[in-house]
Nanobody, 125 residues
Framework: QVQLVESGGGLVQAGGSLRLSCAAS????????MGWFRQAPGKEREFVSF????????SYADSVKGRFTISRDNAKNTVYLQMNSLKPEDTAIYYC??????????????????WGQGTQVTISS
């Protein structure tokens, strides 16, 4: 079992920044690949970013590349998503997820075993 708790969401103006955090507990965090997904109103949940267990491999959706940065602190069992140059289209509920098998480079939601409850991010124009 892995418990994931996101925080850091909120309301910001376009062009602003937010940093999301996801605190994990229950398993050896340092061996778990972590990801961020988001779901905008009326849309399907979509991949945002993932980071390998070591932090050495990261990947981003094209829509956020160059603006978002994923990182992790294994000593704190926490993964972060730094979001800069935010746009109204970034408005969504953001979820962190854990892939216990560290499925190589997968962006598929089905490859992530545990999910947080989500944190709302709203960007005003």
């Amino acid at each position: 079992q892995v418990q994931l708790v996101e925080s850091g969401g909120g309301l910001v103006q376009a062009g602003g920044s937010l940093r999301l955090s996801c605190a994990a507990s229950g398993r050896t965090f340092s061996r778990i690949r972590m990801g961020w997904f988001r779901q905008a109103p009326g849309k399907e949940r979509e991949f945002v970013s993932f980071i390998s267990w070591s932090g050495g491999i990261t990947s981003y959706a094209d829509s956020v590349k160059g603006r978002f940065t994923i990182s992790r602190d294994n000593a704190k069992n926490t993964v972060y998503l730094q979001m800069n140059s935010l746009k109204p289209e970034d408005t969504a509920i953001y979820y962190c997820a854990a892939d216990l098998a560290s499925t190589y480079n997968s962006r598929r939601q089905a490859d992530f075993d545990y999910w947080g409850q989500g944190t709302q991010v709203t960007i005003s124009s």
